[in-house]
């Protein structure tokens, strides 16, 4: 088939391609994407969200933003997120995922993993079924100042004084991202588990014979064979480090303190939108939202760029 | 292609983009109504729909019009309006429909309805995501209440509604340039000090009438094992940041607290305000570290049990705490101590005022079912009825005439006898610009759990006032009472 011609035979592919998608991608278009064109044209306006009615005001609350000392904090929050949160959540879920798998050795000339491995399994993936604002209320319970906390009153009983987890400016973010952590590790280890499923066991039983101990077998086999993986999830944890926002909002001081401590994006564009009636702002702090998010994508993608492994 | 695995027929095509079409046309009209739309034929013009005026129905309220509240069910819960103000209104109009809605979220659940044009009636904006009321008044969404309090009381005809309720409750519910009432502050409202009288009877205490026998009742308090002081730092600064604000009254009187309203050039750099910040963080040392990260049901929690002795808040605490607090726990509110001898304002004076928002939207549905529903409110049984339900006065004069009233009411009528005159007068910033209030939120933490000093607090915040003053997109108000 030729392009540019609408052949009979043409016209019945893409008609059939067409009523397939079309429905889909409609639906999208309209709950999806044009949210996001909205959201751009709002932010070259005043609207305050309340009234119909609104001038367009041009890079204003672009320029608002440079002045803006808690959107660069919340800014700040975010590189922090984005180097540590994937980076701590891969490195347990690889170690985790290696132990359940290939942790155990080999027996009857297969590798496994370390006893227990199936129950293990179930018992990670338990806290990505659990909503994340009832992770959020969970960890408050858990993470109490005083010494009715859970961590705090088990600290206490070997004599350590209460810590102040999210009350304590330089300790509260990293407090935000453990929670994160916890709570993303389980989905990782299921997924890493299922890369690992999926390598050939000859490999690792050639390796193996010629004597490849289990850290050789992890970075020299097991990495490499899982790099897709590995990528598709840093991915998606580096656009959930662009979030944080039901956490940062039921565990934090007022909503992101103590001083700003913990606020991100998200947080900050709902407090213009919905507490200061700024929506302008609100739409100017989602796109570059979206920009940061996209750049991130775009980034990770070409950096992390391999060679595909056929196997 | 051969490996379509059916030979569409031409007929079949249309079929389908028949169907597409069929589908994609009730889009198209969502999209129309979307946020930014545009132009002002979405709001329904109030006045035709009025029907004639009255004795009895002084607003022309068309008596089968139906009408949309909406209340704020947070410590005054939402019984008051279903099972008093409601049914009252229906006796009015027993045509009409009312539709209620108890909520807690009102800005998030309200915003994209003022911004469709499909507006409730009634709003009871209140709580910590209430609507910004600055923002409402200055794109004309809210209804001048003016014909309300000039209307005829319904106990009384011969009075208008404005003579029937406590003394600077209209002015209080001022908004806009030039100001008029946009709001009807309902709750009569008390601030200070709260404590167990129990608990102060039983050890011999009284509460501090100056902060140096506030720095001593402190150390006998931490003898006995029991925080003098403490607020809610993680949602309740706010009630920390009253106490600072009527301590500066108290010292420089209340234009301290109108050159705030006003963003006044340094209004937060005043003496009267650092003396106060100084003042309450000195007493913020007395309190452990964690309360920054409860919030206001646990602190409050702790004071029943009998480990805080003094918090700070209003007269809504009671009611709050009713199922909370033990038998033998008697709630009393004292005003706020002294910081110098040379106070503007004596010791007895507390901040009394109306508050408790009701407004009426502009471009509603049914606005003069609005106004009357609001008339009704003010009726001596709607009062009444309010009080029981809530343990908490309102504004309209001589409501509990023959009522029981509960200990901490009894204290708060002892206080409001007390002050007399000496009224601290309520703050309006905190509606009007809500990023000034969130930056005060958070220096008020960071002055009471001795991050910052209290010099830095008023630079902080002077900074963040001239920021607001500075920034064209917020609709400044002034206030001269």
Not at chain 1, 124 to 145: D, E, K, S, T, W
Request: proline fraction near 5%.
């Amino acid at each position: 088939m030729r392009h540019g011609k609408l052949t009979p035979a043409a016209l019945r592919k893409y008609g059939f391609v067409v009523s397939f998608l079309a429905v889909p991608v409609l639906l999208y278009v309209v709950f999806v994407v044009w949210q996001y064109i909205q959201a751009f044209q709002i932010s070259f306006t005043n609207s305050r969200g309340i009234s119909p009615n609104f001038d367009y005001v041009g890079f204003d609350n672009f320029t608002r933003l440079f002045d803006d000392e808690v959107f660069w904090a919340a800014v700040r929050h975010h590189v922090v997120l984005l180097l540590a949160m994937p980076l701590i959540t891969i490195a347990i879920a690889l170690f985790f995922s290696f132990l359940l798998n290939l942790g155990g050795g080999q027996r009857n000339g297969r590798m496994v993993g370390v006893p227990g491995s199936a129950f293990y399994k179930i018992v990670f993936f338990f806290p990505q079924v659990l909503a994340v604002a009832i992770v959020g209320v969970l960890f408050q319970a858990i993470l109490r100042p005083d010494k009715a906390g859970v961590f705090n009153s088990a600290l206490g009983a070997v004599g350590i004084g209460p810590v102040g987890w999210l009350i304590t400016p330089s300790l509260a973010l990293w407090t935000i991202i453990g929670v994160m952590v916890w709570q993303a590790v389980g989905f990782y280890v299921v997924l890493f588990s299922a890369g690992m499923a999926s390598i050939p066991k000859d490999v690792f039983e050639a390796a193996a014979l010629d004597g490849a101990g289990r850290i050789t077998l992890f970075f020299r086999i097991t990495i490499p064979l899982l790099w897709d993986t590995l990528q598709v999830g840093w991915v998606y944890l580096g656009i959930a480090a662009f979030d944080g926002f039901a956490l940062v909002q039921v565990l934090s001081v007022d909503r992101g303190g103590p001083d700003n401590a913990t606020t991100v994006l998200p947080l900050e564009i709902w407090r213009n939108a919905f507490t200061y009636s700024k929506y302008g702002v609100a739409s100017a702090m989602g796109v570059a939202l979206f920009f940061m998010t996209l750049t991130f994508a775009v980034l990770t993608l070409r950096v992390t760029r391999r060679e595909r492994i056929e196997f | 292609m051969t490996s379509t695995p059916r030979e569409i027929t031409r007929r079949q095509m249309i079929q389908r983009v028949g169907l597409t079409a069929l589908v994609a046309g009730p889009a198209v009209g969502l999209l129309s109504s979307c946020a930014t739309s545009g132009g002002d034929s979405a709001a329904p013009s109030a006045a035709p729909s009025a029907a004639a005026t009255s004795a009895t129905n002084p607003f022309g309220v068309k008596t089968d019009a139906p009408l949309e509240v909406v209340i704020f069910k947070g410590g005054y819960s939402d019984e008051y309006a279903t099972q008093s103000h409601e049914p009252l209104y229906k006796k009015e109009f027993p045509q009409a429909q009312i539709k209620h809605q108890g909520i807690q979220t009102i800005s998030q659940t309200l915003t994209p309805r003022f911004a469709s044009g499909d507006v409730p009636d009634v709003v009871n904006n209140s709580g910590t995501d209430m609507l910004d009321g600055g923002a409402l008044i200055g794109a004309g969404q809210l209804l001048d209440l003016t014909p309300l309090f000039e209307a005829p009381s319904i106990d009384d005809p011969s009075k208008k509604v404005k003579d029937t309720i406590v003394p600077g409750t209209v002015e209080s519910g001022f908004g806009g340039d030039p100001a008029k009432p946009y709001t009807l502050n309902y709750v009569y409202t008390a601030y200070g000090l709260w404590y167990d009288a129990k608990m102060f009877e039983k050890n011999g205490w009284t509460p501090p009438k100056t902060f140096e026998e506030f720095k001593t009742f402190a150390e006998a308090a931490k003898g006995k094992n029991i925080v003098p002081f403490a607020y809610a730092g993680k949602n309740a600064s706010y009630y920390a940041y009253w106490m600072i604000l009527i301590s500066a009254a108290k010292i420089g009187g209340n234009e301290v607290l109108l050159n705030i309203d006003n963003l006044a050039d340094n209004a937060w750099n005043a003496d009267a305000v650092k003396q106060a910040a100084t003042a309450w963080a000195e007493i913020g040392k007395y309190m452990d570290k964690s309360y920054e990260g409860l919030i206001h049901t646990e602190v409050q929690t702790q004071q029943n049990q009998g480990k805080i002795a003094l918090y700070p808040s209003g007269s809504w605490l009671e009611s709050e705490q009713a199922k909370d607090t033990p038998a033998g726990f008697e709630y009393a509110m004292s005003p706020t101590p002294s910081v110098s001898a040379s106070d503007k304002m004596p010791y007895e004076a507390i901040r009394a005022a109306a508050a408790e928002g009701y407004v009426v939207p502009a471009k509603g549905k049914n606005p003069q079912g609005g106004l009357e529903y609001l008339r009704v409110m003010l009726s001596k049984e709607a009062a009444k009825a309010f009080t029981e339900k809530t343990k908490s006065l309102t504004v309209v004069v001589g409501a509990t005439e023959g009522m029981t009233l509960s200990p901490g009411l009894t204290s708060v009528v002892a206080a409001q006898t007390a002050a007399g005159q000496n009224v601290v007068t309520y703050s309006l910033f905190e509606t009007w610009y809500k990023e000034l209030e969130t930056e005060l939120r958070k220096q008020t933490n960071a002055l009471m759990f001795g991050r910052i000093s209290a010099d830095e607090f008023c630079a902080n915040m002077q900074k963040a006032a001239d920021k607001t003053k500075a920034d064209s997109s917020i609709n400044k108000q002034s206030r001269s009472v």
